[in-house]
Structure formats: C-alpha cells, structure tokens
C-alpha cells in the first residue's frame, strides 16, 4: 500500500484530500499544515509520496521541498498541487527534483493515477504541461555545462535531448530503435553521471544545457 503525506495549509483543501486518498486505498500517514511541519513529518513518518501545497505561510512548499529532498535516502516523491501551471515557484521545485506536479482542480481519477505513477518511480507526469514551465522560466543556457555533458555518450546525450523535448520513453525508444528498457537503461545513466534525482532535472537540464531550444516567447 502507498503511504501519502497530505500537505495544504487550508484545512478543508487538506481533509478533503485525505479522505479521497482513503478511500482509493492509499494509505495516509499524516496531514501537514506548513511546510515546517512537513520537513519534521516527512521525516518521521517516512511516507512513499507527498502531495505539497507550493505556497504557504511560513515555510513554503518550495523551501520544505528542497529540505526533504536533501535528506539522507530514501526520500519521498513529492508531487506538488499548484492553482497556476505557469508558476515559478513550481518551477523551482521540479529543479529541485520535485517528481512532477498537478492543478488543485485535477480530477480525483488522475491525482489517483499521478500518485500511482510517482510511487512506481516514473516522475514526470505532464510532459507537455513540463515542458510549457520549464520554457517560461528556464535560464539561458550556459557553457558551463558542457563539461559535465561530456561525461555522457553519444547515445545518451541523444537521450537526454529527447526527455528534454518532453517524449517519453516509449516515443523515444521508437525515435531510437530501441526498447523502453534500453532507453531507461540510458536515462538512469545520465542521471548517475549528472547526479539528478528526477525527469523533471533532466528536463530543466536540456535547456540550461541548450540541448533544447524554448519555443515560447
């Protein structure tokens, strides 16, 4: 059973969420109203995955991602719930390694399914929706980059420019000729030899990178 973490500092957005997750048969560990309370609970009660709220009082989702995420492993998926898909505070959890996230207004089936999703460890659960926030917010690239992509393969670097342009690992395996194992095989390579802990990484990486290219203005 996947154990959850709800974190929201509005209690019927919080209690509401909860019983939802009860009844779909996901366990819930606890229920945080900040993101202090979240770092202290997430690292007690060790859940699977948290769904975190970006903007709080206090401690912002942002600030109490990076936090867990920096703990020793294993540390929890985040899946972070935000009113606005182009926002930067989103954006900042995701290079972070935040494991994807969803509008508050997505439907019980898909925030079922996207839990179910993060907990099986594929992290990036809207590659366009991504992709669209990483190009609003994304640095220039920088030529400091490039000593650490030579660490990489040909084959892998070609891996890592088709993540970036949010394909995933099935249409990627068809660009490529190759199986999804294969694929994954070289995407859990890039990210060892990067040390990323996410797709999403992978993502703001290949534009900070310049391997991708925004096409939003």
């Keep these: 059973m996947i154990s959850v973490l709800v974190v929201d500092d509005q209690v019927l957005i919080r209690a509401g969420l909860a019983a939802l997750l009860r009844v779909a048969g996901l366990h819930v560990l606890g229920e945080a109203t900040d993101g202090e309370e979240a770092v202290r609970l997430a690292a007690s009660l060790r859940p699977d995955v948290i769904l975190m709220d970006i903007r709080m009082p206090g401690m912002s989702g942002l600030r109490a991602t990076e936090l867990i995420l920096a703990a020793e492993p294993p540390v929890p998926k985040i899946l972070i719930l935000t009113t606005f898909d182009l926002d930067e505070y989103v954006y900042g959890a995701l290079r972070l390694g935040a494991s994807g996230f969803l509008l508050k207004d997505t439907p019980p ?105 925004p096409s939003v203005q």
């Excluded at 995933?168 to 395996?173: F, G, K, L, M």
């Excluded at 995407?187 to 990323?196: A, E, F, T």
């Design 109 to 213: 089936q898909r925030l079922i399914a996207a839990i179910h999703t993060v907990a099986a460890g594929d992290v990036l659960l809207s590659p366009t929706a991504t992709k669209r926030l990483i190009e609003a917010f994304t640095d220039p690239p920088t030529t400091s980059l490039l000593p650490e992509l030579d660490r990489l393969t040909t084959r892998e670097t070609e891996v890592l420019r088709l993540v970036g342009r949010a394909l995933t690992n099935r249409e990627i395996a068809e660009r490529l000729s190759v199986s999804e194992g294969t694929v994954k095989t070289h995407l859990n390579r890039v990210m060892s030899k990067l040390g990323l802990r996410s797709r999403a990484q992978v993502v703001v990486l290949s534009y900070n990178a310049g391997l991708v290219k």
